[in-house]
């Protein structure tokens, strides 16, 4: 069922586990994260780059929206590091409601006003706003952050960033890369407990392929509520259609694409074990429908 992201992070919260939000370009990753939430009874999200979204434009959106209300679990679709308006309000005409705004390559002050422009006009359709500050390291969807470029979240700084914007998420920076770790993560935990203590809405970690699962766990005792996940399924994605396509045999299309299916799922599914997600399906039925006119009562809709 289509969920409200606000919804799955504050539940996951409240009870010690986290959201896999999976990034999907095309049926065969939307079957993936789907199928895999089902197994399990795991809520999920389905998250879309806006270099997928500018690939399979509004068709790629309406598969997931659909997928995720013909879902038997909790799926939110969330459009992820959004640095356009224009993506972003074509985004939520499109009725996706859970959008990154993401003004973390901009310097602070630029950030913070595009933020807030941005929250404001998302909440204006009843959407949730995730946002970022700091700098993340790494490369992921033709996007490339040289280390020299990074900059964690400064504590101090997310507390005043979050009051002036009023994002419903934030995504920190302790150092965790996009892509692959080029060496043992390194993550500043210190930091992500002082963040934690000045700031209650829930914390994001980009990065989360390669990630050990000690560091998950502490992660998630320290507020996390969301996870990115891209690098890990893509890589399986890519092996798999190698490994079907030369393979000696001549195998259908369709064939093919199963197989694909089931290297992404199995990784999805490694991941929600992870996050602690797994058999919490119950903990998000109540209907979508019943959940927004419960919020629109205390003044405000839900995504």
Same mark, same amino acid.
Do not use: F, N, P, Y
């Given at each position: 069922m289509l =969920? =409200?992201?606000?919804?799955?992070?504050?539940?996951?919260h409240r009870n010690a586990y986290a959201i896999g939000a999976f990034n999907v370009y095309n049926l065969e990753g939307v079957k993936a994260v789907v199928n895999a939430a089902e197994i399990t009874r795991s809520p999920a999200m389905l998250q879309l780059h806006p270099s997928?979204? @500018?690939y399979g434009k509004l068709p790629l959106v309406a598969l997931c929206l659909e997928a995720a209300k013909s879902a038997n679990v909790a799926i939110s679709v969330h459009l992820d590091h959004s640095t356009s308006e224009r993506d972003i309000r074509?985004?939520?005409?499109a009725r996706v409601r859970s959008i990154m705004a993401d003004g973390s390559p901009m310097p602070y002050e630029q950030n913070l006003e595009f933020t807030r422009s941005m929250a404001q006009l998302a909440h204006s359709y009843g959407g949730v706003v995730e946002a970022e500050i700091?700098? !993340? =390291?790494g490369t992921e969807d033709g996007l490339t952050i040289a280390e020299k470029e990074a900059k964690m979240t400064d504590p101090d700084q997310a507390l005043e960033f979050v009051a002036q914007t009023q994002v419903d998420a934030l995504a920190v920076t302790i150092g965790n890369v996009h892509g692959e770790y080029k060496s043992p993560p390194r993550l500043d935990f210190a930091r992500l407990e002082r963040i934690r203590r000045l700031i209650n809405i829930p914390l994001v970690l980009h990065g989360a392929s390669g990630l050990p699962e000690g560091m998950i766990a502490q992660s998630i005792q320290l507020g996390v509520s969301k996870f990115n996940v891209n690098t890990e399924v893509r890589q399986a994605y890519m092996q798999a259609l190698k490994d079907e396509m030369c393979g000696a045999?001549? @195998?259908?299309?369709?064939? !093919?694409?199963?197989?694909? !299916?089931?290297?992404?799922q199995q990784v999805i599914t490694e991941k929600l074990q992870l996050f602690g997600s797994v058999g919490k399906a119950h903990l998000h039925e109540t209907p979508y429908a019943a959940r927004l006119v419960a919020h629109e009562h205390n003044g405000r809709a839900i995504a």
């Open positions: =969920s =409200s992201t606000q919804e799955l992070l504050e539940t996951a997928a979204v @500018k074509l985004s939520l005409q700091g700098r !993340i =390291s045999s001549q @195998k259908d299309l369709l064939e !093919i694409a199963e197989a694909a !299916i089931a290297a992404m």
